[in-house]
Structures are given as structure tokens and as C-alpha cells.
């Protein structure tokens, strides 16, 4: 550990979780004693918190108050967790129109907003109090922890986007609270990789992270041009929001030299698997409750659409929502010794690079993005939209609106498309009333028509 890295441990962060009255720390403490729970006794602490969940959620939340009402329920109707199934299930469109009753950022001093299009195109910004930001971060440094990854460990952040955020608070915290450095990989050239390997070598020894596509991208440029990757020497590298394919984590592993760690999670929830050393994908359980429901075409066998309750947010409940990931439950314990249950995310996720007429490529990610920065403004007016890619040089954005101001959208596409690709592709706009979702079930954002040249294998 360098003097950065301990000046950070037991100076910064400590001052910032006390300035935010966040109590990371100490959460995450209550969860490492915790490590040797038995099932049952995770069973237990799941049912205490959601019959304390549901009793906020009758005083103080509109939207479940009346639906507990409705039903004759109060937190003593839930003798175990089989009794959520007398709660019905949060979609997503439920939650976009009653957002304003699910949510209620006002009862709290403080509240972290949380933005994103997801991966399915309907913009959402969603909040967290402080005891569930907490909470979030502390599963989450619990389970780095697994991989020698603590508070004030060096990551750089890997992102498919131009759109990198800078503000000089912004900067000073993510340089002195979190050492993290975010670099941005779209469009990626060989005229680039000099530099680029130039810039990593300031990161040798950090932690990897960002997605999957992305990282697959510098790995390529390096080896292409002739750079060896594990000469990096990063101690992991953790892919995230886009699916890893077998063949992708070794082609990773074998270019860096290092371990591979996925990790899965959403806006509205935080981190809900992350990847342990022996490879289980463990549940973030002391946070969640999942349910696996029965995707009707899929069998019994199939994979299973994943439904959330969150434990710990008062500012935005939700009750059985249902994420919009198909996945599969992995009943065998695990080496590692680890209680938490385990899931294959092998469904939902898609890391399909978009190609364009130079040559070069972006992660579909981009698209996501073009969402989630608009959201305050031209995001309102989105109800939901999806993007095609007919031809390398020409993209239809198909969008479904909320109000009648199709204009300033179509304008807010055809502008964010200018930027992003300068010129090199072409766009049609298409206003719908519905957009139906593929045969998955799942409404996918992003869909290429071009047929792929070869697999992603390396
Ligand atoms: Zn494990």
C-alpha cells in the first residue's frame, strides 16, 4: 500500500463518510463479522428487514400504503419470505408511472440520485438514503475485498463514452476519496495506442474496471500494436454492465495476466452478485431479497426473470421489482465456503461492439448514455426508445414520447448522433406508439441488422 492509498484508508474517506453522514465502515465491518451466516440465518435477517421495510412503507410511502391497504396487510402478514408473494410485482412501467408516489427523496436530509437508461431504454433517476447508500457500498467493498480490493485502492475505469462528467469537485473526490481515474475508449484507433499505453503505464498496479466491450477493445489495440497487456501488471480486472462470455474472460485473462472479476449490478438497486475466487456469482443477500419467476416460453429449465426487493431504501422502496435481467439460480454451495446464494447472469446483457464505416467501433453503451446525461431535459419527454443499426453508415432511433414535443427529440438525437460520430453515420427518426419487446421478453435498446463478421473471441 503506498502513502496515496493509506492517507486515503485513514484520513479521506473516513472524512468524507462523516461529512455525508454515510456509515460505510462500519457496515461493512457488521458484514465481514457476519461471513460465517448459515442460510437460515440469512433467511432471518432478510425477514426482519423486510417486516421492517414494510412497516416504513405503510406509514410513509403513498404507493404501498394504499396497495398494504388494499390487500389487508400489515409487516405481521409476513411470517416468511415466501409471504412477498402476496405482494404483487413492480415492473418497470408500474414504476415510471407512479414514481412520484414510490419515491420520496423529501423525508430525508440527504438522498444519492442514481441516473440511468439501463440497458432497456427508458430513463429513470432513482434515489437512495443514506443507510441504503451505505449499505450498497459497504456489500460492495465487502465482496472487492474478496480480491485484496479495499477503500483507497488504485482503479481505472474503462467507459465506451465521450460523456465522462468533470467538474472540479468532482475530480478532487474521485482523485482523493476514491483514486479512481476514468478514461474513455470510444473510438479507439491504432494512431492512439502509444498514448493510451503511455497514459495505463501511470496505472500499473490498479484495479480494472468498466465494460466489457471496453476493456476488450484496449486489450485488442494493445496486442495489435504490439504492447503486452500484463506488462500493465493489474491486479484485477473487473467487467461490468454488459455480459461476459466465456470466451471473453480468457481472452482477458490471458492478456492481462490477471484475475477476472465480473460484477453485476443496476442504478435503482446498487450491486446485487459480484464474482467471488472461486467463481460464484454470490447474491448481496444481507441487501436483497431475490425471487426467480418462470419466463412462460422458457420451461423449467430455462433461465428466469429476476425479481428485487431491496432491503435498506426508504427514499425509493421497491417491493418485488422486477429488474428487467434474465438469469438463472445456481443451488450448490460454493467453494469459497460463502452462504450467499449464487446466480448465472448469462441472459440479459449484451456486449455486441457497434461497428462503424472507418473502422473503428463503440460500445452499444454510448446509446444508454445518450439517455442518461439527457435526462433533466429532453429525457422527460422519453418514454421509451430504441436504436437500430440498418447499415454501417445509417442508424434509426425509434422513440415513443410522452408529450407532443417530437421536435426538439428528434433534434436531440439527430444532434447527440453528430457529436458522437462526427458525421459518419446517417439517422432516421421514428415516432411510435409502442415499442413491443423481442422475443425474450426483454425490450432491448440497442439491435444491429448488420450481419457479424465473427465472433467476439479473442
Ligand atoms: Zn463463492
Not at 16 to 37: F, P, V
Not at 114 to 140: I, N, W, Y
Not at 190 to 214: N, P, Q
Request: charged residues 30%; proline residues 5%.
Amino acid at each position: 500500500m503506498n502513502w496515496k492509498e493509506r492517507f486515503i484508508r485513514t484520513v479521506s474517506y473516513p472524512l468524507y463518510e462523516k461529512s455525508r453522514g454515510l456509515t460505510i465502515r462500519s457496515k461493512l465491518h457488521a458484514l465481514e463479522a457476519g461471513r460465517n451466516r448459515t442460510p437460515s440465518e440469512i433467511q432471518d435477517l432478510q425477514l426482519r428487514k423486510l417486516r421492517s421495510l414494510i412497516t416504513d412503507c405503510g406509514a410513509r410511502t403513498p404507493y404501498y400504503r394504499e396497495m398494504l391497504e388494499r390487500n389487508g396487510l400489515t409487516a405481521d402478514s409476513f411470517q416468511s419470505l415466501a409471504d412477498l408473494s402476496r405482494l404483487p410485482v413492480l415492473t418497470k412501467s408500474l414504476l415510471r408511472e407512479n414514481r412520484e408516489v414510490i419515491s420520496q427523496p423529501g423525508l430525508f436530509p440527504r438522498t444519492y440520485c442514481h441516473q440511468s437508461s439501463g440497458s432497456t431504454g427508458d430513463p429513470k433517476v432513482l434515489c437512495a438514503d443514506t443507510e441504503a447508500e451505505s449499505f450498497r457500498m459497504a456489500a460492495l467493498f465487502r465482496s472487492r475485498r474478496w480480491w485484496g480490493w479495499d477503500i483507497g485502492s488504485p482503479v481505472l475505469e474503462i467507459w465506451g463514452t465521450y460523456h465522462l462528467q468533470r467538474s472540479l469537485m468532482r475530480n478532487i473526490r474521485m482523485s482523493w476519496i476514491e483514486n479512481r481515474f476514468r478514461f474513455s475508449a470510444m473510438r479507439l484507433t491504432d494512431a492512439s495506442a502509444a498514448e493510451t499505453w503511455k497514459l495505463f503505464r501511470k496505472h500499473r498496479g490498479a484495479y480494472v474496471r468498466g465494460y466489457v466491450s471496453s476493456i476488450l477493445g484496449i486489450a485488442r489495440l494493445f496486442e495489435e500494436s504490439g504492447r503486452h497487456p500484463a506488462e500493465l501488471g493489474f491486479r484485477a480486472v473487473c467487467t461490468t454492465s454488459e455480459r461476459l462470455y466465456d470466451d471473453q474472460r480468457r481472452f482477458l485473462e490471458s492478456a492481462f495476466r490477471c484475475p477476472v472479476i465480473d460484477e453485476y449490478g443496476a442504478s435503482e438497486v446498487g450491486i446485487i452478485a459480484f464474482q467471488c475466487p472461486s467463481g460464484g456469482m454470490h447474491l448481496m443477500e444481507e441487501n436483497l431479497i431475490a425471487e426467480f419467476a418462470d419466463l412462460p416460453q422458457a420451461g423449467p429449465d430455462g433461465p428466469k426473470r429476476l425479481i428485487l426487493t431491496e432491503l435498506n431504501n426508504r427514499a425509493t422502496p421497491l417491493l418485488r421489482y422486477e429488474i428487467g435481467d434474465l438469469v438463472r439460480p445456481d443451488p450448490e454451495p460454493c467453494a469459497c465456503g460463502s452462504a450467499l446464494s449464487r446466480i448465472r447472469v448469462d441472459i440479459g446483457r449484451d456486449s455486441e461492439m457497434v461497428r462503424l464505416p472507418d473502422g473503428s467501433q463503440v460500445s452499444p453503451v454510448l446509446f444508454c448514455h445518450m439517455g442518461q446525461y439527457s435526462f433533466f431535459e429532453i429525457g422527460r419527454k422519453i418514454r421509451q426508445y430504441r436504436i437500430i443499426q440498418k447499415r454501417l453508415d445509417l442508424f434509426e432511433v425509434e422513440v415513443v414520447c410522452r408529450t407532443e414535443d417530437q421536435a426538439d427529440v428528434e433534434s436531440y438525437f439527430r444532434k447527440a448522433f453528430e457529436e458522437d460520430f462526427d458525421g459518419l453515420v446517417r439517422l432516421n427518426v421514428r415516432f411510435r406508439d409502442s415499442i413491443p419487446p423481442d422475443a425474450s421478453g426483454k425490450h432491448r435498446m440497442f439491435i444491429s441488422e448488420i450481419p457479424t463478421g465473427g465472433s467476439e473471441s479473442g
